[in-house]
């Protein structure tokens, strides 16, 4: 069975950048069926996709977020790791690592969540 489990610093200062990684256990994140979504929730606010890291190692972002944000993977420790520059108030969310199973036999769709992480930005 598949874990993932967030880790990194619950407080961030403003302009500094956030980094944040996601250790999976359990599957191997290069596995070709699957992709690795960073998603995260601010405080009453609903859910917001920040990227995807794919099997093969392409990462994609959300257009409102792409020229801070950027996801790269270490696969000797089966993990991927999320920073994000310039970080302000807004950005105090809590953080989620996500996988996605990716198959041309049936849509996509989130079927494992990691437990979240919650990230602070404060002075």
């Known amino acids: 069975q598949v874990q993932l489990q967030e880790s990194g610093p619950g407080l961030v200062k403003p302009s500094q950048t956030l980094s944040l990684t996601c250790t999976v256990s359990g599957e191997s994140i290069t596995k070709n069926l699957y992709y690795w979504n960073w998603i995260r929730q601010p405080p009453g606010k609903g859910l917001e996709w920040m990227g995807v890291?794919?099997?093969?190692?392409?990462?994609y972002y959300s257009p409102s977020l792409k020229s801070r944000t950027s996801i790269s993977r270490d696969t000797s420790k089966n993990d991927f790791t999320l920073q994000l520059s310039s970080v302000t108030l807004e950005d105090t969310a809590v953080y989620y690592c996500v996988r996605e199973v990716a198959t041309a036999s049936f849509p996509n769709h989130y079927d494992s969540w990691g437990q979240g992480t919650q990230v602070t930005v404060s002075s």
């Open positions: 890291m794919t099997f093969s190692g392409s990462a």
